[in-house]
């Protein structure tokens, strides 16, 4: 990012301009700008009170709907007379306590360069999201407006903003930055990285994005792009121009599907070779906010030391909702959590404003960021290696926890994100991925888990084995046993799997019945059922052991009717699609997560004693052997997350053309 020359002398160093969205995408309005009320009516946290005992945000009058035609640039609006529009937003905001915590800025300047007449009002925050006024100034002409702010108060949490009021006639915002004064560390280059699997449109339209502001280009040594599909983006039209607006930074490699952590790896690989400070690591499924990747890079540049940056994901689908704020790895339970109870999943901007959520003000420290965005330094790939070679999922986290270990930071940067489709709208627990799902958590546990047996992991992996089975899943259920055969293997065996173990899954699904997806809603007989099975809900912790040994001992021993053979008992949404619910039938027409088809799930209490009788027996083993494939792993983590072991993957699976 390079200092606007027009907003003062030369020393000052832009951190985060203000900006404003595109015209068409005006249902992101939120996220940039609030009409609503001036401070908002937070009410802070009690902590550790239930979230239903806890005081609900007052919520303020609601927001004025913004007019496109006051959005003068990307970076310019218009203020109409007597109204009032807040830039404590999402994306224009001062997230200070973060700045405060990593980097070597000590207070920031804000410069607001108006015309017209009106008011310039700075607020602050702390981390128990209680809100202040900071100062306020009266414009009269074309001005720019200076404002000295400390981060001192900004330990725990909190944020900075500012206001504007029109006057009697509009105040028009021309520009405004925060900065520093403080003297400019180097910036660095950065190496573009999208991996991509047949998702060319998406991938041409994040290019035109990078393309259309040069400005986040300036540092960009290269955009790579590594294609691992069958369509291969340079094939589709619009890809030549794109490529030319790019200026020469564009290039493509082409090869075979290594999955994501092939490609993320590739990345990371390249930016090594090539000199690059960093690697940008981006999903190609995604639109990208690209002023993002100034602010990454700036902040990067910014840190005491080397440190991981990333940015958040809202949904593709629903803009203004943030998939979640930050995350950790639950160190007890292996899985991925939220740092703090009152963080929400989902929150929607249109109807919570950042003043009026007290819990997004305190900062919230994370263990990885996911790889939709994530900047990562070289001098740590470097020191560290690259990601595990492991497809997908779990590369991410696992290598977030290993930079942590090597006393490197990963900080979620707010302002900084791209639109993803959210978790919510698939299931990526069911079908092929719940192989990776199992697989590579029990690896990124034997690495990282504190405990001696991996805390709650391998209960908990059993416990699902025992859901899915009865849930009459049982391509799922075989894929997770792989998976365990395949951890037990020991890691010499991993990176093999990179570009077969994907079509193996996919031959053994199309084997079961309730992994065959129909699209017509005709595919199925209609459903018919002689006698309806009692539906309890979900089991608590008291009921959970009887109706376990209920509902195993029916789907044991309680034949299947002809009927039930012949005709599903019923239809079931996918929402619905709950263990403790699909278990209590027999046969059942479910529909998927995307909403494109259904499959139809029958029960087979063959398969039941095989699926139980084997899950017991392979985690058995890895308790039995568990000591001794931690201290495999981790004495073999070194050299699979080598350049040199993943340059061989490389060498192997590029395509001739592509490089």
């Not at 029960?603 to 392979?618: D, E, F, G, M, T």
């Amino acid at each position: 990012m390079s200092p606007q020359a027009d907003l003062g002398e030369e020393k000052f160093t832009p951190l985060q301009r203000v900006i404003l969205p595109d015209t068409t995408q005006m249902d992101t309005v939120p996220l940039y700008v609030d009409t609503g009320s001036a401070i908002g009516l937070a009410v802070p946290t009690i902590p550790g009170a239930p979230k239903t005992d806890r005081p609900q945000p007052r919520m303020a009058a609601p927001s004025r709907e913004a007019h496109a035609e006051d959005f003068l640039s990307r970076i310019s609006t218009k203020v109409r007379p007597g109204e009032r529009m807040s830039f404590g937003t999402y994306f224009n905001a001062f997230a200070a306590s973060y700045w405060r915590r990593w980097t070597t800025v000590d207070s920031v300047q804000l410069r607001v360069r108006t015309s017209g007449r009106g008011t310039v009002i700075v607020y602050k925050s702390n981390a128990r999201g209680s809100l202040q006024r900071v100062d306020t100034r009266r414009v009269s002409t074309e001005e720019t407006s200076v404002f000295e702010l400390s981060l001192a108060p900004f330990g725990d949490g909190g944020w900075y903003w500012f206001d504007l009021v029109g006057g009697a006639e509009p105040l028009i915002l021309e520009e405004a930055v925060w900065g520093t004064l403080a003297p400019a560390p180097e910036f660095g280059t950065v190496t573009v990285q999208i991996t991509t699997l047949n998702k060319p449109d998406y991938c041409l339209n994040n290019l035109r994005l990078l393309a259309s502001n040069p400005e986040t280009l300036s540092n960009v040594q290269e955009v790579l792009l590594v294609d691992q599909g069958s369509q291969k983006v340079q094939d589709f039209d619009g890809f030549s121009e794109v490529a030319e607006e790019l200026g020469g930074k564009l290039r493509i490699i082409n090869q075979a599907n290594l999955g994501g952590s092939g490609g993320f790896a590739r990345g990371m690989y390249e930016a090594v070779e090539n000199g690059s400070d960093y690697a940008l690591l981006m999903d190609d499924d995604i639109v990208v906010e690209p002023e993002s990747i100034s602010r990454l890079l700036t902040f990067a540049a910014f840190c005491r030391r080397p440190t991981l940056v990333g940015g958040h994901m809202f949904d593709l689908y629903n803009r203004t909702v943030l998939h979640t704020f930050g995350e950790i790895v639950n160190p007890y339970r292996f899985q991925p959590d939220q740092p703090h109870a009152d963080m929400e999943m989902g929150h929607d901007f249109m109807s919570g404003n950042l003043r009026q959520t007290p819990w997004m003000h305190r900062r919230i420290d994370v263990d990885y960021n996911g790889w939709w965005m994530c900047l990562i330094p070289t001098s740590v790939i470097r020191e560290i290696g690259l990601s595990l070679p492991v497809f997908i999922k779990w590369d991410d986290a696992e290598y977030g926890l290993r930079a942590k270990a090597h006393g490197y930071a990963t900080v979620s940067l707010p302002g900084s994100a791209v639109w993803h489709v959210s978790w919510a709208d698939k299931d990526d627990l069911v079908g092929w991925q719940a192989y990776f799902h199992a697989r590579n958590r029990f690896i990124a546990a034997l690495l990282h888990s504190p405990y001696d047996l991996g805390g709650r992991v391998l209960k908990e992996s059993q416990f699902a084995d025992v859901k899915h089975i009865v849930s009459m899943q049982y391509a799922t259920v075989e894929g997770r046993q792989w998976a365990l055969d395949d951890v037990l293997g020991g890691p010499d065996g991993i990176a093999p799997l990179l570009s077969t173990k994907l079509p193996q899954i996919r031959e053994m699904m199309a084997g079961h019945e309730d992994s065959v997806i129909k699209g017509d809603p005709e595919a199925f007989p209609a459903p018919r059922m002689a006698k309806h099975p009692v539906l309890s809900g979900k089991p608590n912790m008291i009921t959970l052991l009887p109706w376990t040994a209920r509902t195993v001992f029916r789907q044991l021993f309680v034949p299947v009717t002809d009927m039930s053979k012949e005709y599903p008992q019923t239809k079931i949404a996918h929402q619905d699609n709950k263990w403790w619910t699909v278990s209590q039938y027999d046969s059942a027409v479910v529909s998927n997560a995307e909403g494109t088809g259904a499959s139809w799930y029958r029960r087979n209490p063959a398969q039941v004693r095989n699926y139980l009788a084997a899950s017991a027996r392979r985690h058995g083993e890895l308790v039995s052997k568990w000591k001794s494939l931690r201290d495999e792993y981790r004495a073999a983590l070194p050299g699979m997350t080598s350049m040199e072991s993943w340059k061989a993957i490389f060498d192997e699976f590029t395509e001739p053309d592509g490089r």
